[in-house]
């Protein structure tokens, strides 16, 4: 009787690569979520918050509306609206003599953009549900987002599984600073720029606010997001 050897031998790989294919699993970011979350609870160390006893190191889940840094989203209405503005055959841009023009304004704004959203990571100010007057800031990496123009999130209803790294609660203290290392918030020649962007969008005719926000005071709460869902 004659063997094929070779045969025999390529039966025999084929059965190991569909033996280690059998033994692969693949997961989703979902199902990766679902199983943290599930070990979490079994052990306890999943809590849905009582804002007053959250402290560092926990792990909590929450539903809140997510509010964009209001500075950033000022900035992008200014270019969206310049934007159109630019195309707009009857628009004339205000300006006096030595000031900077309709398109520097325009540059200016879009590298103050880029500072802010420098590094993928974006600040979102999570209003918890239930009328809680505690604030949640969450630095959100844009790359694990599944709209990365953001438009889907914010000021949306979500729930976030999340552990707590800062709680600030003296009123008399330190809030969460909006720009952490950026430009604008280290040079003050960056800071007067902003400024007169801003100026310039409400020359134009933008409902900017007077007061826009860079800082959140206590009671405020950061967290590291550990995933988000509906």
Sequence with gaps: MKLDLKTLRSTKDATKTAEERTGER?????????????HLRENELLHTPHWAGVQPSEFIEF????????????????KRIMELLKAWPQFKAPGKKGEPSFPEIMKMVDALLKDLEGGGRKLFVIEPAGGSHVRVVAPIRVEYLRDQTQAEIAHGD?????????????????????LPGSG???????????????????EIGMRIPEKIAVEVGPPVVVVFPLGISV
């Design 158 to 178: 979500f729930r976030i599984t999340a552990k707590v790294v800062r709680r600030l609660d003296d009123p008399e203290g330190e809030g969460v600073h909006l």
């Design 63 to 78: 539903r809140g509306v997510f509010r964009p840094n209001p500075l950033t989203e000022a900035l992008i209405a200014m």
């Design 26 to 38: 693949y997961y989703s970011p979902g199902a990766l979520l679902n199983r943290l979350r599930r």
């Design 184 to 202: 604008i918030g280290s040079a003050g020649m960056m800071h007067d720029a902003m400024v007169g962007a801003i100026q310039y969008g409400r």
